[in-house]
């Protein structure tokens, strides 16, 4: 059945030649204008430039007064052990506090797996957390 029916509808495409001319184009416009389109919202609103990692500058404040709950904290997914200097794409724990999070997570399963973290990194992440004062630490394992 599927095949009797594409094979009709591609001896109707043939017989009207400028109808399929005129479709294929229309069909081709529309694919580049949505691969256009999409392209300029994924790069300018999904990830702004100079952000490797947007998801991990998120800072926000919420009440949820129907949850008896004040607000939300907020945490970062990574911190650097450095207090300052030029560690492109590391974000130390005062940055952290400055953007609003109060706890930081290290130690996690995707930055030893991807990134090589070890428990001597993961230890100078927690030490720097602590001394930092501002910032609750999860250490998991």
């Given at each position: 059945?599927?095949?009797?029916?594409?094979?009709?509808?591609?001896l109707?495409?043939?017989?009207?030649?400028?109808?399929?001319?005129?479709?294929?184009?229309?069909?081709?416009?529309?694919?580049?204008?949505?691969?256009?389109?999409?392209?300029?919202?994924?790069g300018?609103?999904?990830?702004?430039?100079?952000?490797?990692?947007?998801?991990?500058?998120?800072?926000?404040?919420?009440?949820?007064?129907?949850?008896?709950?004040?607000?939300?904290?907020?945490?970062?997914?990574?911190?650097?052990?450095?207090?300052?200097?030029?560690?492109?794409g590391?974000i130390?724990?005062?940055?952290?506090v400055?953007a609003?999070?109060?706890?930081?997570?290290?130690?996690?399963?995707?930055?030893?797996r991807l990134f090589?973290?070890?428990d001597?990194?993961?230890?100078?992440?927690?030490?720097?957390a602590?001394?930092?004062?501002?910032?609750?630490?999860?250490?998991?394992?």
């Amino acid at each position: 059945m599927l095949l009797t029916n594409l094979r009709q509808a591609l001896l109707r495409l043939l017989h009207a030649p400028l109808f399929t001319v005129i479709a294929i184009l229309t069909l081709t416009l529309g694919i580049g204008a949505n691969t256009a389109i999409f392209s300029v919202v994924q790069g300018v609103l999904l990830h702004p430039v100079g952000v490797e990692d947007p998801a991990s500058l998120v800072s926000f404040h919420a009440r949820y007064t129907q949850l008896n709950l004040p607000s939300i904290g907020v945490s970062a997914q990574n911190l650097y052990w450095e207090r300052e200097g030029a560690f492109t794409g590391e974000i130390s724990p005062a940055m952290i506090v400055e953007a609003g999070a109060a706890y930081a997570i290290v130690g996690h399963s995707e930055r030893r797996r991807l990134f090589g973290d070890t428990d001597a990194t993961v230890n100078r992440k927690t030490m720097a957390a602590f001394t930092s004062g501002a910032l609750k630490v999860y250490r998991l394992r």
